[in-house]
């Protein structure tokens, strides 16, 4: 420490209030939340109100309308509130998952064919994401449910397309795997597959654009990838397709999709995925001029300059705000509730308006969505890691 750090007053050190003022801040967060406590503590046992989650183990009065759990209300064990509303998590997590899939595709779509030789599909592109943003995610669920799924026929009047998809008021029918097992043996090779694949065509990229080779080699081994996994989708998953038996108005097999989820998903995708359209079209600008030119230069056509050089390229700019988008869908889930499907907000609300314990079901919501949001914000960040330039 030199002489000139030695003189300093303690009061005209910037390190000093730097680290004091942080303590400071940490202080008052804590004496806040110490405040609301004993407030809270105090109001509840004026009312004679315990906090504590031991009403979870209760037996719930009241069914809801799509179970993946077995959730039975007239058990005592089965029909607890902690089990509704682990169906109502399950109900969720499945809108969230299936949702962050077809909305990646649905804006990535839109967002590349923006950039399309094709005038009316770059048309359509601006047009659909110009109108599906710029109307409240709460309306367009009203109006998927409302003025489009309500308004099918009735069973017997039944929609069908290619004899395996149905639709009706009863619901939405597509093929589905039809053996558990088979299908997670399937589901885990392809998975395996994928990530295979996104190596391969990494080093495809590398060997077209950095060294400048042919990237003959992994394009053939992608080809075999797609086409192990086209195979195994036709044929290794035991499809199982919707038919008509004797009674009028029935369908079996295949998977039903409600009325409600049907209605959650689309409205969520199409909203989701006009911003992560935009997303993707920025991070495509983002990318040098140059970078065009350059790969046109080497001969490679459109698609394959849009595939292996920009896009690539563009990940960087869209990964980070793309995070963003994939927390929203999952929080807009909640929105579930105007249409009537059982997810974990719907069952919760119900839950804490029977027990009359506010305060704990709202930390249990609260909790859930912190926890499913902070998944993909790990997974989101891990995945950017990946794609950042790294210097020498």
């Not at 009061?11 to 939340?33: E, G, H, N, P």
Request: aromatic content about 10%; proline content about 4%; glycine content about 6%.
């Amino acid at each position: 420490m030199t002489v000139n750090e030695q003189s300093i007053p303690l009061w005209r050190d910037d390190r000093f209030w730097k680290i004091a003022l942080q303590i400071l801040a940490v202080l008052v967060a804590i004496a806040i939340f110490t405040l609301l406590g004993y407030n809270l503590n105090v109001n509840m046992q004026r009312v004679g109100i315990e906090f504590g989650f031991d009403f979870l183990q209760s037996q719930a009065s009241f069914a809801i309308g799509e179970d993946l759990t077995n959730y039975d209300p007239s058990d005592p064990v089965a029909g607890s509130y902690a089990r509704v509303m682990f169906a109502g998590l399950v109900n969720t997590l499945r809108v969230v998952v299936v949702g962050l899939i077809l909305t990646t595709i649905v804006g990535i779509t839109a967002g590349v064919a923006s950039f399309s030789d094709n005038w009316l599909l770059r048309k359509i592109s601006q047009v659909y994401v110009e109108i599906a943003r710029n109307i409240p995610i709460l309306v367009q669920l009203l109006f998927w449910y409302l003025a489009v799924f309500s308004k099918l026929p009735r069973p017997e009047d039944r929609l069908s397309f290619l004899g395996m998809f149905y639709a009706s008021k009863r619901g939405l029918y597509l093929p589905w795997p039809g053996e558990v097992g088979r299908f997670s043996i399937c589901a885990a090779v392809l998975i395996v597959g994928a990530i295979a694949a996104f190596f391969v065509w990494r080093s495809r990229v590398k060997a077209i654009v950095v060294k400048g080779e042919s990237g003959q080699n992994q394009s053939i081994i992608l080809w075999v990838i797609t086409v192990i996994s086209v195979l195994i989708l036709l044929f290794g998953l035991g499809w199982q397709f919707p038919h008509e038996p004797t009674e009028i108005g029935e369908i079996e097999g295949g998977l039903r999709l409600t009325l409600e989820i049907s209605a959650l998903l689309v409205g969520l995708i199409i909203y989701t995925g006009a911003f992560i359209s935009e997303i993707v079209r920025a991070g495509i600008q983002s990318v040098a001029r140059g970078q065009w030119e350059a790969s046109k230069a080497l001969g490679l056509k459109s698609n394959l300059t849009m595939r292996l050089v920009v896009f690539p390229q563009a990940l960087r700019v869209i990964i980070p705000p793309l995070n963003s988008q994939y927390q929203n869908l999952a929080k807009n889930s909640s929105l579930a509730l105007a249409i009537a499907y059982p997810d974990i907000y719907s069952v919760s609300n119900t839950t804490f308006n029977q027990t009359g314990r506010p305060i704990e079901v709202m930390i249990l919501i609260m909790t859930t969505y912190l926890l499913m949001n902070m998944v993909i914000s790990l997974s989101m960040n891990q995945l950017n890691r990946s794609v950042q330039l790294r210097e020498r």
